[in-house]
């Protein structure tokens, strides 16, 4: 007869964490949510908090890596089947980050939480490491996009202004909500693709 198993595992605790965090983070601040709150809203212990993160710091942390590498098997999952740009950026439009990603679901709360690792010099090194494989990630994704079109764009710098991009749009989207649709950043990839091709 099997065991039935009773306790969640690590994984599933530091999800539940992630999530529980996310959430009282956007009810009440990333200030103001105590570790006692996060660990109550997962359904756990201080000391269950305590066995996965030495902090909320490193919990935040953890979520941006989380949530990152999350972020990279999603792109490359869409490459995988969309090589051809048009394809890639429409993809791209209708997909759908996890709904087990507490931060896909809520990029203004994603960008908060990156500016305040960055307030924290000895948390810089990791941002600075995150930003490189985003960028790397940007540029593979360009020169797969290349080898199926006949204008050639480099990848390295199409990378970070896609980044740059994305990232200005959600901080504009912290700024001005209401003026900034949720969908800038994917429309204005297709409206650049666009104009591309027809350079072509």
Known sequence: MSRVRTRPTRDETRERLFQAAAQMFEERGIGAASIDAIAAAA????????????????????????????????????????????????????????????????????????LFVARAEQRLPELRERLRARRALAAEIVSTINRETKNKIDPAWAGAM???????????????????????????????????????
């Open 43 to 114: 359904g756990f212990t201080r000391g269950a908090f305590y066995s996965n993160f030495a902090s909320k710091d490193e919990l935040i942390v953890a979520m941006l890596e989380d949530h990152a590498d999350r972020s990279v098997q999603h792109f490359r999952d869409l490459l995988a089947r969309h090589r051809n740009a048009g394809d890639f950026v429409s993809a791209l439009a209708r997909a759908e980050r996890s709904h087990q990603d507490p931060l896909g679901r809520a990029p203004l709360l994603h960008m908060e939480l990156i």
């Open 162 to 200: 896609l980044l740059a991009l994305e990232d200005g749009y959600r901080l504009h989207r912290l700024i001005d909500p209401h003026g900034t649709p949720a969908d800038s950043f994917v429309s204005t990839v297709g409206e650049l693709q666009r104009l591309i091709g027809m350079s072509e």
